[in-house]
T-cell receptor
Framework: DVKVTQSSRYLVKRTGEKVFLECVQD?????MFWYRQDPGLGLRLIYF???????EKGDIPEGYSVSREKKERFSLILESASTNQTSMYLC????????FGPGTRLTVL | RKEVEQDPGPFNVPEGATVAFNCTYS??????FFWYRQDCRKEPKLLMS???SGNEDGRFTAQLNRASQYISLLIRDSKLSDSATYLC???????????FGRGTSLIVHP
């Protein structure tokens, strides 16, 4: 079974803090993705990566950056968290189909 | 027109009912289509891929209509456990990058 894990299920941060969300997959997938999910807006793609050290902007990359130093790990970074980044963050890996981690519910106060 | 559109519902049906959802997509060159299921406060999980000729998995049937650019999901003999949000997914032309619909909520009641 594919397993995608995320570092935290719940996180509370203050405005202006730097936030790291980590994602690890164990299926040797080349593709990894970060989404945020908000009520009424669905899943929106933030960034994705096809390979180590490679990253591409998704639909809503503003305010975020990513890091992929190892194939199994894909990190999402909020350089200076803002209240409008309060959301559910979901990591996924896969090719044609995607396997999701359990999500991190981030609250920025 | 949004890239992938779904009726948000909720669809409220009794156990044993048959229910169908449609999803329209805007890019006629899209090649890969899927239905995912998302339970409340859980991550999305693949329910089934959608093939050109249509495909069935137990009580679930998925169909693709390329001419009208929509895919459908039919659930027969609904169970209480089918209550969830169903996400339509269309991969962007020539890539593995998915576009998700906003989901259709299904509530199956006794």
């Amino acid at each position: 079974d594919v397993k995608v894990t995320q570092s935290s299920r719940y996180l509370v941060k203050r405005t202006g803090e730097k936030v790291f969300l980590e994602c690890v997959q164990d299926m040797d997938h080349e593709n990894m993705f970060w989404y945020r999910q908000d009520p009424g807006l669905g899943l929106r793609l933030i960034y994705f990566s096809y390979d180590v050290k490679m990253k591409e902007k998704g639909d809503i990359p503003e305010g975020y950056s990513v890091s992929r130093e190892k194939k199994e790990r894909f990190s999402l970074i909020l350089e200076s968290a803002s209240t409008n980044q309060t959301s559910m963050y979901l990591c996924a890996s896969g090719t044609a189909t995607q396997y999701f981690g359990p999500g991190t519910r981030l609250t920025v106060l | 027109r949004k890239e992938v559109e779904q009726d948000p519902g909720p669809f409220n049906v009794p156990e044993g009912a048959t229910v169908a959802f449609n999803c329209t997509y805007s890019n006629s060159a899209s090649q890969s289509f899927f239905w995912y299921r998302q339970d409340c406060r859980k991550e999305p999980k693949l329910l089934m891929s959608v093939y050109s000729s249509g495909n069935e998995d137990g009580r679930f049937t998925a169909q693709l209509n390329r001419a009208s650019q929509y895919i459908s999901l039919l659930i027969r003999d609904s169970k209480l456990s089918d209550s969830a949000t169903y996400l339509c997914v269309v991969n962007r032309e020539g890539s593995y990058i998915p576009t998700f619909g906003r989901g259709t909520s299904l509530i199956v009641h006794p």
